[in-house]
């Protein structure tokens, strides 16, 4: 009598062990499609949550690619979250910055990954429509096929194409020139370091290009910029008065943020903040300082991803 109802609960949790293996295998590439589609760490979990109960659902059977029907699910998924965040951004109190991770060494060894998760990139990704950014990540950070791109975006290979080309042109006149190393932006941010002990600015105004441009989030909660800082005069005032005036109770710490170096921001011992710069031909022309507490919870521990 128990035999009938045995065997499709056993089926059925051998499908569940199934779905669970695949997702879990493509866990972190899932998370940094979602990611870079929407700079939030906390919102491309959510997308990752979604998307696992949409796979939970699927026939696997049917599935000849597992891995490209879940990157289709979890670019839908992170498509609509991003119409929707474009709404609440435009409200958002000051400079809005992307949640920044704390990443392993050796993603930098991935040149293309790093820089394609690097805060410098997913401010030029902001700028692009939210199709346009699916487009140019699943084609150039992940090498989808046109075609494969065409179904999670429900657009044709042909219209994919046009847009692809339009989005890497787009980020092609504003990512940043010139490949750096990231013995460049950890000499950068030593000078910052040295700055912070010594309360010597020279070092680091020596780096500052004519043009640089200093972003402060906040989010309301925390002080910070409410507009961008240009101009080395500018950023230099802006560093005496609230960064690195002798005797304050501040610290900073070398991490890999984001792919590359990056500088954990510590007052009276408690994470403050999080500062990674833009390097252009051996200059700082970016500066960008997360203080948010919303988006600091990332920095404590290692984040995986990968492609």
């Known amino acids: 009598m128990s035999e009938p109802s045995e065997r499709p ?25 979602a990611y870079e589609m929407l700079g939030s760490a906390t919102d491309a979990e959510d997308v990752l949550q979604e998307t696992w109960l949409r796979w939970v659902g699927v026939d696997l059977a049917v ?6 029907y879940l990157v289709r699910i979890v670019t839908r998924q992170a498509l609509d979250r991003l119409r929707a965040l474009g709404r609440c951004r435009e409200s958002y109190v000051g400079p809005w910055l992307p949640e920044p991770l704390l990443t392993a060494p050796d993603v930098a060894d991935d040149v293309e990954l ?22 140019f990540v699943l084609r150039e950070v992940f090498d989808l096929e046109y075609g494969e791109i065409a ?19 787009h980020v092609a006149a504003r990512r940043p020139r010139g490949i750096v190393s990231p013995a460049e932006t950890r000499a950068a941010l030593e000078a910052f370091q040295r700055t912070v002990e010594t309360g010597d600015l020279q070092s680091l105004l020596d780096i500052l290009a004519p043009d640089v441009v200093a972003l ?31 005797g304050a109770e501040r610290s900073v710490e070398l991490v890999q943020v ?27 022309t970016g500066l960008y300082h997360v203080r948010n507490p919303h988006k600091l919870s990332r920095v404590e521990r290692e984040t995986a991803v990968s492609r």
């Open 216 to 246: 402060s989030d906040g989010g309301g909660v925390k002080r910070a910029m409410l507009r961008p800082v240009v101009g080395v005069d500018k950023v230099a005032r802006l560093l005496a008065a609230r960064w690195y005036r002798r």
């Open 9 to 33: 609960t056993g089926a059925a949790e051998g499908r569940a062990d199934r779905a669970t293996d695949v997702f879990v295998t493509h866990r972190n590439l899932l998370f940094t499609v």
């Open 151 to 169: 179904e999670a975006v429900a657009k044709t290979p042909a219209a994919v194409r046009q847009i692809a080309h339009r989005a890497r042109a």
């Open 63 to 68: 599935v000849r690619d597992e891995r490209a």
């Open 114 to 135: 790093a820089e394609s998760v690097s805060m410098a990139m997913l401010l030029v990704l902001e700028t692009l429509a939210p199709t346009e950014r699916a487009v």
């Open 258 to 284: 984001n792919g590359g170096p990056g500088l954990l921001v510590r007052l009276d011992g408690e994470l403050d903040g999080v500062l990674t710069v833009r390097v252009e031909n051996g200059y700082v």
